[in-house]
């Protein structure tokens, strides 16, 4: 059975202290793997597409990475408004599988 | 661009009752997907769409119906509502699902239902 698991579920991290959020899987024939930020009482907003083993992305303080069993998510020196729940997502066929998420929360 | 548009934001329903969540996307995207959020449980896939007049089921598709007759409106039904259907709900779109690198999801702000 295709399957996302997230860890940790909630993350607080003092603001500059760095850490990574995790997206393991198990799913038959891996097409892509997505990571979304969603703030609360909005849609999931886009972050990064990853395809295939290996395959790095970055953008500001985030960089996602893949390998062939999971995909992390770094954040370095983390702000407060980085503070939201960070969704993965496989694509597999024609279907989506969400993990629950990390709820990430960064004080000042 | 708009993106993916849904209305509405919220409603409220009793139980029994029918209602159309709507959902249009102007990016011209052939994928078009419903989810629902709920607490401790991620996203579920409800129904999706590959283009106009191809629908079929996610993983969690009863007591909803779905068609696709234009490639940027993808509208959710509630025959019957049941207080199991309280979600909120959310509809998202991509170029496609079936060639390379072009399956990103774009999603819309979200309908929050009740139904009591």
């Known amino acids: 059975e295709d399957q996302v698991t997230q860890s940790p579920e909630a993350l607080r991290l003092q603001e500059g202290e760095s850490s990574s959020l995790n997206c393991s899987y198990t799913v038959s024939g891996l097409r892509g793997l997505f990571w979304y930020r969603q703030d609360p009482g909005k849609g999931p907003e886009f972050l990064f597409t990853l395809y295939s083993a290996g395959e790095e992305k970055e953008k500001e303080r985030l960089k996602a990475t893949l390998t062939k069993k999971e995909s992390f998510l770094h954040i370095t020196a983390p702000k407060p408004e980085d503070s939201a729940t960070y969704l993965c997502a496989v694509h597999t066929g024609n279907q989506f599988y969400f993990g629950t998420g990390t709820s990430l929360t960064v004080i000042p | 661009n708009a993106g993916v548009t849904q209305t509405p934001k919220f409603q409220v329903l009793k139980t029994g009752q029918s209602m159309t969540l709507q959902c249009a996307q102007d990016m011209n995207h052939e994928y078009m997907s419903w989810y629902r959020q709920d607490p401790g449980m991620g996203l579920r896939l409800i129904h999706y769409?590959?283009?106009?007049?191809?629908?079929d089921q996610g993983e969690v598709p009863n007591g909803y119906n779905v068609s696709r007759s234009t490639t940027e409106d993808f509208p959710l039904r509630l025959l019957s509502a049941a207080p199991s259907q309280t979600s909120v709900y959310f509809c998202a779109s991509s170029y496609s699902s079936g060639r390379a690198r072009t399956d990103t999801q774009y999603f819309g702000p979200g309908t929050r239902l009740t139904v009591l």
């Open positions: 769409s590959v283009g106009a007049g191809i629908t």
